[in-house]
C-alpha cells in the first residue's frame, strides 16, 4: 500500500502563484508514475501532469508553460510538487495526487485550489 498526503492548496488572485506537495510513503519502491488530477464541480476530473520514475514528464495542454511538475526521492518517502504560475480561476478545482504500481492506483485526499478574479 501506498499513502498519499497532499498539502499547499489555497486562495489566490488570478495571476497568481501557488505550489502544491504531495508526500508518498509506504510500499514506494515499485511506483511507475505520479502525478496530478483535478476535479472542478461540474466538470469531469482533469489530467493536470505526471512524472515517470524514470524522469518523463508530461503536462495537459492546458497548463503547459504554466505548471511544472517535479519529484523528489528520499529514503522511505517520495515528493511530488506541482508549481503553479499565472493561475487563472478555470484553475479552481480540488487538486488530487496519485500515483500507481502493479497493484493500482492510489489517491491522495485531495487539495482546494481557488483562483479569484
Known amino acids: 500500500q501506498v499513502q498519499l498526503v497532499e498539502s499547499g492548496g489555497g486562495l489566490v488572485q488570478a495571476g497568481g502563484s501557488l505550489r502544491l506537495s504531495c508526500v508518498a510513503s509506504?510500499?514506494?519502491?515499485?511506483?511507475?508514475?505520479m502525478g496530478w488530477y483535478r476535479h472542478a464541480p461540474g466538470k469531469q476530473r482533469e489530467f493536470v501532469a505526471r512524472i515517470h520514475r524514470g524522469g518523463t514528464i508530461e503536462y495537459a495542454d492546458s497548463m503547459k508553460g504554466r505548471f511544472t511538475i517535479s519529484r523528489d526521492n528520499a529514503k522511505n518517502t517520495v515528493s511530488l510538487y506541482l508549481q503553479m504560475n499565472d493561475l487563472k480561476p478555470e484553475d479552481t478545482a480540488t487538486y488530487y495526487c496519485?500515483?500507481?504500481?502493479?497493484?493500482?492506483?492510489?489517491w491522495g485526499q485531495g487539495t482546494q485550489v481557488t483562483v479569484s478574479s
Open positions: 496519485y500515483t500507481d504500481d502493479f497493484r493500482g492506483q492510489y
Open positions: 509506504g510500499s514506494i519502491f515499485n511506483i511507475y508514475y
